[in-house]
């Protein structure tokens, strides 16, 4: 083995380098449709503190639609899935609307059987050019 490989733990376990490139990035515009938040990583423990805050903020300042675009998301863990179940119970005690409109087959195979699957709202075109980005790094 060369100094520049690195040997995956026994069981499929993350190498130290895995674990260091915990980022996840946010893309956030407003259409006809309502305000739409497209996520780009591995949420989980590591990286749900920092991306709880900026969702939290994103539901509290608006009234539209929240959209999540979770296409290339990855959920990692518990942690990461309960994110997106408590920004549905925060949206709707805020009076607003959850939906994703895009998610990987895992993802929404997830929410269906945790009884989620009104949250799969309709598949919508998420290619509008960026507006706002921010990357969250795991803390």
């Known amino acids: 083995m060369g100094l520049m490989e690195q040997r995956k733990p026994k069981g499929g376990g993350e190498t130290v380098a895995d674990r260091e490139s915990s980022v996840v990035t946010i893309t956030e515009y407003q259409d006809e449709h309502g305000w739409h938040v497209a996520l780009r990583g591995r949420v989980d423990v590591r990286t749900a503190a920092d991306l ?12 539209t639609p929240l959209l999540l675009d979770l296409a290339e998301v990855h959920v990692g863990d518990a942690t990461g ?7 549905q119970r ?21 929410l269906r059987r945790a009884r989620l699957g009104s949250l799969l709202g309709p598949s919508l075109d998420c290619s509008v050019p960026e507006r706002h980005t921010m990357a969250i790094a795991a803390s």
Do not use: N
Not at 52 to 62: T, W
Not at 82 to 87: A, F, K, N, S, Y
Not at 92 to 102: K, L, N
């Open 52 to 63: 709880r805050l900026a969702l939290h903020r994103l539901i509290a300042a608006g009234s």
């Open 81 to 87: 899935f309960g994110l997106i179940v408590e920004c």
């Open 90 to 110: 925060r949206a709707r005690r805020a009076g607003r609307q959850v939906h994703v409109v895009a998610a990987d087959a895992r993802t929404q195979r997830l």
